[in-house]
């Protein structure tokens, strides 16, 4: 994904793991086979991140091989963006694309 680590994240008044030019990251990872998720998590981070799309992403320590290990969440209405984006460039409308992309 790219973009820049936040330093002791867990620890500090800044939230995020990872901000990148679109999105602010904040990963939690357990051994466990559940992660149970506050609206108070959600809102803090979509506080933290402001413009930029707040994504909570969970990482499972030991996933049954054959399946990713890390999921993301975003809110619906960025999800729907980007699904959009996708159909847009599988379809060749660049265009619509980048419109879509605005939205973000």
Not at 73 to 78: D, I, Q, R, T, V
Request: glycine share 10%; charged share 30%; proline share 5%.
């Amino acid at each position: 994904m790219g973009g820049t680590r936040t330093p002791g994240s867990g620890c500090g008044k800044q939230k995020g793991d990872v901000r990148s030019r679109l999105a602010l990251c904040e990963m939690k990872t357990t051994r466990h086979s559940s992660r149970r998720v506050t609206m108070e998590e959600l809102c803090k981070i979509c506080r933290e991140a402001g413009p930029l799309v707040p994504v909570f992403v969970f990482g499972f320590d030991e996933m049954p091989r054959g399946f990713s290990s890390d999921w993301y969440a975003l809110p619906a209405e960025k999800f729907d963006a980007l699904m959009r984006v996708l159909e847009s460039v599988a379809e060749g409308d660049m265009k619509g694309a980048q419109q879509w992309l605005k939205t973000f």
